[in-house]
């Protein structure tokens, strides 16, 4: 098992453009998760999805829209990024009863913005 | 609203010795508390999870408390390794989002 991926690793963005963060977990999990994680802030939630076809906003929406159209997909897109969109991107996913609730992260894509 | 807040400075241990960590919420009373393990570069792993009802929890090395009446939550390594390096995030579930919010991290260093 792979568990979460992300891609890409690594993107140097101008202002203005787009573009698309891939997730993907191979551990059938209901639940998906997009953070963002600056220093001295901790992992913020920017949205989230309890299901295929359903998404939700976190803590720090704004700027940012998700699409899950498979249960093991979940996209992050950044329709005009800003330089206050640099910051490290993880992408967490758990199961529905998980007796824990421990969600399993990916490695994060780290995407600066000029 | 609901915070939570690790010390952000960082702790430097002598290998052997006992690492203890702090977390610190205001403004609720979470159903339970979450620890994870972050490495440089990697994303957070999933360590342990103490419940409001529970006073104490371990796992192998790993021991942690939760004290709801200080709203602390206390994260002891005993005979600390310096693989054990590592920054440690605690997490608490929120009460109007049913979802986690994260500490800022506490980065160890265990010196050998």
């Known amino acids: 098992n792979a568990g979460v991926t992300q891609t890409p690793k690594f993107r140097v963005l101008k202002t203005g453009q787009s573009m698309t963060l891939l997730c993907a977990q191979d551990m059938n999990h209901e639940y998906m998760y997009w953070y963002r994680q600056d220093p001295g802030m901790g992992l913020r939630l920017i949205h989230y999805s309890v299901g295929e076809g359903t998404t939700a906003k976190g803590e720090v929406p704004d700027g940012y829209n998700v699409s899950r159209l498979k249960k093991q997909n979940f996209l992050l897109g950044l329709e005009s990024a800003a330089p206050s969109q640099t910051s490290v991107y993880f992408c967490?996913?758990?199961?529905?009863?998980?007796?824990?609730?421990?969600?399993?992260f990916g490695p994060g894509t780290r995407l600066t913005v000029l | 609203s609901q915070k939570i807040e690790q010390n952000s400075e960082a702790l430097n241990i002598q290998e052997g010795k006992t690492a203890t960590l702090t977390c610190n919420y205001t403004n609720y009373s979470p159903a339970y508390l979450q620890w994870y393990r972050q490495d440089p570069g990697r994303g957070p792993v999933f360590l342990l999870l103490i419940r409001e009802n529970e006073k104490e929890k371990r796992k192998e090395r790993l021991k942690v408390t939760f004290d709801t009446t200080l709203k602390q939550s206390l994260f002891h390594i005993t005979a600390s390794q310096p693989a054990d390096s590592a920054t440690y995030l605690c997490?608490?579930?929120?009460?109007?989002?049913?979802?986690?919010?994260f500490g800022q991290g506490t980065t160890l260093q265990v010196k050998p």
């Open positions: 997490a608490m579930l929120g009460s109007n989002t049913g979802k986690l919010i």
């Open positions: 967490a996913s758990r199961h529905k009863r998980d007796r824990v609730d421990e969600q399993f």
